[in-house]
């Protein structure tokens, strides 16, 4: 790793994946960071206010069945086959909204961008009590996320799971019991975790939420397949 920059390495840093662990060792090998210092602030201000929500504004579009006229129903169902048109519509007039929370995604998801069809896991509760409880939730990600990074002991029935954790080609889609986590502190509580794909410019911000809780339709296009259409980021962006 490069101890000393140019002007060229610090502009082109600067804009791509300057961290503050890099100003500290600049600093440290004798060069003035200060307008840098100042530069990364504003960065980190902008992606912080890029990706703030507030996901108390999706309250009116959760009551089921949606009206057919409203922007929000227009918006996400949009225009309808030439067949089955009616049936069509239903789904997204009784689609339930769901919240999970990001599991993992690729690193450039967490700035703004366009990727047209980001995959990313998730995870959110299936159970009443642990559905937008979101502290609940991310501690159950990042244990996860702990386990596949060998920081933590995974037990038995997690073993596979975390096996495809650790496979960027895997298609996740399972249903997991918090007791298989820890038979204690997570009893009673069950959680799917899924694999998304998503258009990140449809997320707030374009990037994952700085508390990496997405909004998402569920929508049930058939018996064995389940759809879920992220909700267009305006509509809970803070």
Not at 4 to 18: M, R, S, T, V
Not at 151 to 171: A, D, M
Not at 197 to 225: F, I, M, T, W
Request: glycine share 6%; hydrophobic share 35%; charged share 30%.
């Amino acid at each position: 790793m490069k101890l000393f920059y140019g002007a060229k390495d610090i502009q082109e840093k600067y804009y791509e994946n300057l961290t503050e662990k890099d100003l500290d060792e600049m600093e440290k090998n004798g060069q003035d960071v200060t307008e840098l210092r100042k530069k990364f602030a504003e960065k980190q201000a902008e992606l912080n206010a890029a990706g703030s929500t507030d996901l108390g504004r999706l309250a009116p579009f959760e009551n089921t069945p949606r009206d057919r006229n409203t922007d929000f129903f227009k918006a996400h169902a949009g225009k309808a086959p030439l067949f089955g048109k009616d049936k069509f519509y239903e789904q997204y007039e009784n689609a339930e909204i769901v919240y999970p929370v990001v599991v993992q995604a690729a690193p450039s998801l967490y700035k703004p961008g366009d990727d047209p069809a980001a995959a990313v896991i998730v995870l959110y509760g299936l159970d009443e009590a642990h559905k937008k409880d979101f502290d609940f939730l991310r501690k159950v990600a990042d244990l996860l996320v702990a386990m596949r990074d060998g920081e933590v002991e995974v037990p038995k029935p997690l073993k596979k799971l975390v096996k495809n954790l650790n496979n960027p080609k895997s298609h996740i889609s399972t249903n997991l019991q918090g007791s298989d986590i820890d038979a204690e502190s997570m009893a009673g509580a069950e959680f799917l975790i899924d694999t998304m794909y998503l258009s990140q410019d449809e997320l707030p911000g374009k990037r994952v939420p700085n508390d990496r809780v997405l909004a998402c339709l569920k929508v049930q296009k058939k018996s064995d397949h389940v759809y879920y259409q992220l909700i267009k980021g305006d509509y809970y962006k803070g």
